[in-house]
Nanobody
Framework: QVQLVESGGGLVQAGDSLRLSCAAS????????MGWFRQAPGKEREFAAA????????YYADSVKGRFTISRDNAVNTVYLQMINLKPEDTAVYYC????????????????????WGQGTQVTVSS
């Protein structure tokens, strides 16, 4: 069974940085495309970043482009989200998601394209 466990969230000030991690188990990690989504209070879940199974392709929401970087280390079954210059509007619960990718170069931006989800980690950015 695929398990995803996020960590690294916390309370920071505007302009600070955080790195989220998502540790995966129960599957061949390198076969899976990964994504980060977030959900702010009272809002729908939204896409933040995605990476292909091989790590060769990435894609970002416009709202985070240039500030967030998604990466993965297939040797330790972990995907990361490095966030810099955080803003109060980045406050949300951040979720990682996994999808078995038959074509290793694909990235996925819709939540319904993912098969497995973590429990989320809270990121709060104060002004």
């Amino acid at each position: 069974q695929v398990q995803l466990v996020e960590s690294g969230g916390g309370l920071v000030q505007a302009g600070d940085s955080l790195r989220l991690s998502c540790a995966a188990s129960g599957h061949t990690f390198s076969y899976y495309a990964m994504g980060w989504f977030r959900q702010a209070p009272g809002k729908e879940r939204e896409f933040a970043a995605a990476i292909s199974a091989s790590g060769g392709r990435t894609y970002y929401a416009d709202s985070v482009k240039g500030r967030f970087t998604i990466s993965r280390d297939n040797a330790v079954n972990t995907v990361y989200l490095q966030m810099i210059n955080l803003k109060p509007e980045d406050t949300a619960v951040y979720y990682c998601a996994a999808r078995n990718a038959h074509i290793s170069r694909s990235v996925y931006v819709r939540g319904d394209e993912y098969e497995h989800w973590g429990q989320g980690t809270q990121v709060t950015v104060s002004s």
